[in-house]
């Protein structure tokens, strides 16, 4: 039996779109709140932070997805693209608030702050590696890469480590907000490893339950 009810099939479009618009309303509000002076302490370093939380939950949300969809039949595909590009989205506010509130757009300071701190050089290639990703997110990109577009979608699991080392470099204490990320990423790249044994070994268990239950049917 499904875990959730399925949703009518007229919903599914509408579902996407509206996951688009919930997924903007932590920046909205994050905005607001640094707009109305209302964010605790450093207002720019927690702009900042919110928004490097919320690229780093939708990275995670993105991966999770296919092992929702092999452990418990939850068929969810439909809203991964949105997710990766909200991912994507997030990281380009994040790095673009760092640029500009944090950084005033003085370009060496920016440059020198990327070669020269490994969190923000861990983070810089993480941006690069979604840029790809969320440039062949669409069906036509899908078409025309066949195979291929599997392979390079695959580098969401290396973006999703590195978004969570450079979480744990960036604070002076790694607390458990940090170790929750990290956990939850090995979790996802430990799936991914024994996905493919792990499917054989479902198909081949289905199948001997089929042929069981068609040789009952056949001799009752
Ligand atoms: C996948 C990509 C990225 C993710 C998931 C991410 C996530 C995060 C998170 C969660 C924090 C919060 C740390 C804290 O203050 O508690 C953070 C901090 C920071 N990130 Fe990123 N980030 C990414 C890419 C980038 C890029 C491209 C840059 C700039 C080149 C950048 C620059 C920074 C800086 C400077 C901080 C520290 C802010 C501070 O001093 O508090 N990040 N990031």
């Known amino acids: 039996m499904a875990l959730v009810p399925a949703l009518p099939k007229r919903f599914h479009g509408p579902s996407v779109w509206a996951l688009y618009a919930l997924g903007l309303i932590p920046a909205a509000w994050a905005f607001y709140l640094g707009a109305t002076g209302r964010l605790p302490g450093n207002a720019v370093k927690e702009f900042e932070h919110l928004l490097g939380l919320w690229a780093l939950r939708f990275l995670v949300a993105t991966l999770t997805i296919t092992p929702l969809r092999d452990l418990f039949g939850l068929n969810w595909l439909r809203y991964r693209r949105a997710l990766g590009l909200l991912a994507f989205y997030y990281v380009l506010m994040h790095f673009t608030a760092y640029m500009v509130l944090d950084q005033m757009l003085r370009i060496p300071a920016i440059v020198a702050d990327i070669a020269r701190r490994p969190f923000i050089t861990i983070g810089m290639a993480a941006l690069v590696m979604l840029i790809p990703l969320a440039l062949t997110s669409n069906n036509w990109s899908i078409r025309k890469l066949g195979q291929r577009w599997n392979k390079l979608h695959r580098l969401a699991y290396v973006i999703a480590a590195a978004g969570a080392l450079h979480f744990a470099m960036a604070v ?49």
């Open 172 to 220: 002076k204490v790694v607390g458990p907000e940090q170790m929750l990320y990290i956990v939850l990423v090995t979790l996802l790249l430990a799936w991914r490893a024994v996905r493919t044994p792990f499917l054989r070994w479902k198909r081949q268990r289905t199948a001997g339950a089929r042929s069981h239950t068609a040789t009952q049917k056949a001799a009752g």
